[in-house]
């Protein structure tokens, strides 16, 4: 089955500064990644996802970028706020017959230092 | 509140007991998954309904675990016999379907087996 790797594990940065959270999956049929971002206490709120027809993708301060010969994506967060804190979870989906199940990884705890 | 509901919120039951839980999609959305969430882990695939047939279901998912989707619309998960080891935030998400890929999740129910 996918098996889907996410680093770092946690991330600190000042406001202001970039970040980046990386990941990589196994599965090279899996075609769909998209990105959770959970803060303490509340449910994965969906905030950018990626296909796999499509090397980049931008919204505002947030970017997700694909590269399907690696199998690796990243999510790129940018002039980053206090409020971006909380736990940021990759995934990715679209494997053989089980088209719609998500496979996530760990999860990247980001603090955005004020 | 138009998104995906979950109940009851908190669960604590003893070793041995039966649990029930229930998600309500949203109300459009044809496809319904079950998700387990144990502390500093990413959410794990358990089971996926497409209206009310159940497509797929992990290896997570013991004899002791059910899940039904009755007339497509709400679904309920229940755990026989719990063990501590079922300790964990049980998250229903929804999709549209067709293409649509995106799921949204519900706020979870913590179950804690004592």
């Known amino acids: 089955g996918e098996n889907v790797e996410q680093h770092p594990s946690t991330l600190s940065v000042q406001e202001g500064d970039s970040a980046v959270i990386k990941c990589t999956y196994s599965?090279?049929?899996?075609?769909?990644f998209p990105w959770y971002k959970q803060e303490l206490g509340k449910r994965p709120q969906l905030i950018i996802d990626?296909?796999?027809?499509?090397g980049e993708k931008k919204d505002q301060r947030i970017a997700v970028t694909l590269n399907k010969t690696a199998k690796h994506f990243s999510l790129h967060i940018t002039e980053t706020q206090p409020e971006d804190s909380a736990v940021y979870f990759c995934?990715?989906?679209?494997?053989?017959?089980?088209?719609?199940?998500?496979?996530f990884g760990k999860g990247t705890l980001l603090t955005v230092n004020p | 509140d138009t998104g995906v509901s979950q109940n009851p919120r908190h669960k604590i039951t003893k070793r041995g007991q039966n649990v029930t839980f229930r998600c309500d999609p949203i109300?459009?959305?044809?496809?319904l998954y079950w998700y387990r969430q144990t502390l500093g882990q990413g959410p794990e695939f358990l089971t996926y309904?497409?209206?009310?047939?159940?497509?797929?279901k992990s290896r997570l998912l013991s004899d002791r675990f059910s899940a039904e989707r009755p007339k497509g619309s709400f679904s309920t998960l229940e755990i026989q016999r719990t063990e501590q080891g079922d300790s964990a935030m049980y998250l229903c998400?929804?999709?549209?379907?067709?293409?649509?890929?995106?799921?949204?999740f519900g706020p979870g129910t913590r179950l804690t087996v004592t």
């Open positions: 995934a990715a989906g679209g494997s053989g017959g089980s088209n719609y199940k998500l496979t």
């Open positions: 599965d090279s049929a899996s075609n769909y």
């Open positions: 990626i296909r796999s027809n499509v």
């Open positions: 109300s459009e959305h044809n496809r």
């Open positions: 309904f497409q209206n009310e047939a159940q497509l797929e």
């Open positions: 998400a929804s999709s549209l379907g067709g293409t649509a890929r995106e799921q949204y």
